[in-house]
């Protein structure tokens, strides 16, 4: 489960993604940033479902992991402080083949998508 904070204010961004954008793009982005503390085995996204959060990870691991017709897992990914989850919503898409979820408990910002 993901419990929601109140927003970091003006401290810079944890997540390196987040602290290489412009002054002006994060501005854009900060309004619909979340804190969110996020626990071992939170989903982050399921294969073939619609992504409702983007998430940024501050602090802990998320596994990117392909799950096979017979329901074999295979990681294929790690995100970290360096990225976020959800790049198929930046390229256009609103779901992902792929199932992501936390591996090792942290924090990050999350952006909550449209219902």
């Known amino acids: 489960m993901a419990r929601v904070s109140a927003a970091g204010g003006s401290s810079p961004p944890q997540n390196q993604l987040l602290a290489v954008l412009l002054p002006s793009d994060f501005a854009l982005l900060q309004p619909h940033l979340q804190l969110v503390v996020l626990d071992l085995k939170r989903d982050m996204e399921r294969p073939n479902r619609r992504i409702r959060s983007v998430y940024f990870m501050e602090a802990g691991i998320a596994s990117v992991v392909a799950v096979q017709p017979d329901d074999t ?43």
């Open 73 to 115: 897992q295979v990681e294929v990914g790690l995100i970290g402080r360096e990225g976020m989850s959800g790049i198929a919503v930046v390229l256009g898409g609103d779901q992902s083949p792929h199932s992501t979820y936390v591996q090792m408990a942290g924090k990050g910002q999350r952006i909550l998508g449209r219902r």
